[in-house]
């Protein structure tokens, strides 16, 4: 269904039923792969979640990649309000 819809266009306005918690988590990681910023307030709103269910689905993304993939990181931005996936070389170049 994604592929039909397009993942880039607003969920809410094309899914006709709730993600379970899975999907969620699975959506926020596509995002981060393919370089886009994510914001709790944006997927809470959009999925119907709270930021705690959000937070726990961060918390996993993040421990997936700390058991597979070991040179990617999930950083917060603070000033956007937002978690971003870097490889570590990339994380060096945006510290500096």
Do not use: H, P
């Not at 607003?10 to 039923?17: E, I, V």
């Not at 959000?54 to 997936?64: G, K, L, N, S």
């Not at 309000?81 to 490889?87: E, F, H, I, N, T």
């Amino acid at each position: 269904m994604l592929a039909e819809i397009g993942v880039e266009k607003d969920l809410s306005k094309y899914w006709n039923m709730k993600l379970n918690k899975s999907q969620v988590c699975l959506y926020i990681f596509y995002k981060l792969l393919k370089g886009q910023r994510v914001n709790a307030r944006e997927i809470s709103d959009m999925f119907s979640i709270t930021t705690v269910s959000f937070a726990r689905d961060i918390q996993e993304i993040r421990a997936f990649l700390a058991n597979i993939f070991s040179t990617y990181e999930l950083v917060y931005i603070k000033k956007e309000d937002s978690y971003v996936l870097y490889k570590y070389e990339e994380r060096k170049d945006f510290i500096n």
